[in-house]
């Protein structure tokens, strides 16, 4: 299966399980600049930011591993972009949601709430 369309379906799994879950889906794919946030959502009054990782396997270790310190650094910064261009006075968290879906189709969800925080810059 292409990477893109491997990818999207586990980001159409991941909404189902958060729409499930009781979360509001505000955006999906939502660009800013040359990069994009997978799913937008609101859980009660916090605004959450998620990454999905699909894998076919974990032989490399688990999907979340995956979202290093570069991509969270994006991802602390877009969502700070994303809240000011909407005027949202909400929480924010930052989750992600591992996916592998084996050869057979087995299929094993992961969320990671709260899977890291923004660190403060120093000059």
Do not use: C
Not at 11 to 24: H, I, K, R
Not at 47 to 52: A, R
């Amino acid at each position: 299966m292409e990477n893109k369309t491997f990818g999207r379906q586990g980001e159409d799994l991941a909404v189902e399980f958060l729409l499930n879950e009781g979360y509001e889906i505000l955006e999906r794919n939502w660009y800013f600049k040359h990069n994009e946030v997978d799913i937008l959502a609101k859980d009660q009054n916090t605004l959450v930011v998620i990454e999905v990782k699909t894998r076919s396997g974990n032989s490399y270790g688990e999907p979340y591993i995956a979202v290093d310190f570069r991509k969270q650094r994006y991802l602390i910064f877009a969502a700070e972009r994303y809240i000011f261009a909407r005027n949202l006075d909400l929480e924010v968290r930052f989750d992600i949601i591992s996916i592998i879906i084996n050869h057979s189709g087995h299929i094993t969800l992961e969320h990671v709430k709260e899977a890291f925080h923004p660190v403060a810059r120093s000059r």
